[in-house]
């Protein structure tokens, strides 16, 4: 069965740090993946995402992420970190079912930010 | 502006009842999802639908139950059979083909008193 980990579940960085946020998946056939994020009590937004072709895929909010096939992962970064980034963060695998597409999350990385 | 609504933000209802969540798009998205949240445990897939009079159960169906008689329209009911109902419940959608991103409401927040 698919599944998602992701290792960190609090990271805290200095604003202006970069940042890395760890995913690892696990499915048998061709990977879509995602990043969302969430501020507290509100709904997901997505970042980015990955179907094919170039690894390194670029996101709103000046994220990114590489896709690497041989580690099954999907790394989420961020070069310079702003205080607006504190969130948590959710990784997810997009699979094909007999009834249809659906994704599976990870456990989501809690991320603070000191000023 | 085309998107996701759940209403109402705040529920409450005491032990024994059943109680519906609603979830309305306007993005004439044909599939839609429900997932409930707890904290550290991610998103949790409930039901999804694919289409208007089909739905399907996700990993945690027992104890609720969902209807599609509308493409935009996809309510969820917690009944009392659900044994630990306070949660964040979310309502997803998106374009029934391919791998495009699931687009979220705001969520509802569920306690049972």
């Known amino acids: 069965a698919q599944s998602v980990t992701q290792p960190d579940i609090h990271i805290t960085v200095s604003e202006g740090a970069s940042l890395e946020l760890r995913c690892n998946y696990s499915y048998g056939a061709t990977p879509y993946l995602f990043w969302y994020v969430q501020s507290p009590g509100q709904g997901l937004q997505l970042l980015l995402k990955y179907f094919s072709g170039d690894t390194l895929v670029q996101g709103i909010k000046g994220f990114e992420a590489e896709f690497k096939r041989s580690q099954s992962s999907f790394n989420l970064r961020k070069p310079s970190v702003h205080w607006s980034d504190a969130a948590e963060y959710f990784c997810?695998?997009?699979?094909?079912?007999?009834?249809?597409?659906?994704?599976?999350f990870g456990t989501g990385t809690q991320l603070k930010v000191e000023l | 502006d085309g998107g996701i609504t759940q209403s109402p933000k705040y529920l409450f209802r005491k032990e024994g009842q059943n109680v519906t969540l609603s979830c309305e798009q306007n993005?004439?998205?044909?599939?839609m999802y429900w997932y409930r949240q707890d904290p550290g445990q991610g998103l949790r897939l409930i039901y999804y639908?694919?289409?208007?009079?089909?739905?399907q159960k996700g990993d945690i169906a027992e104890g609720y139950s969902v209807s599609r008689e509308k493409k935009e329209s996809f309510p969820l009911t917690v009944t009392s059979a659900q044994k630990n109902p306070t949660a964040f419940y979310l309502c997803?959608?998106?374009?029934?083909?391919?791998?495009?991103?699931?687009?979220f409401g705001p969520g509802t927040r569920l306690t049972v008193l």
């Open positions: 997810a695998v997009g699979i094909l079912t007999g009834g249809g597409n659906k994704l599976t």
């Open positions: 639908s694919q289409i208007v009079n089909d739905f």
């Open positions: 997803a959608s998106k374009v029934r083909e391919g791998y495009n991103e699931q687009f």
């Open positions: 993005l004439n998205h044909d599939a």
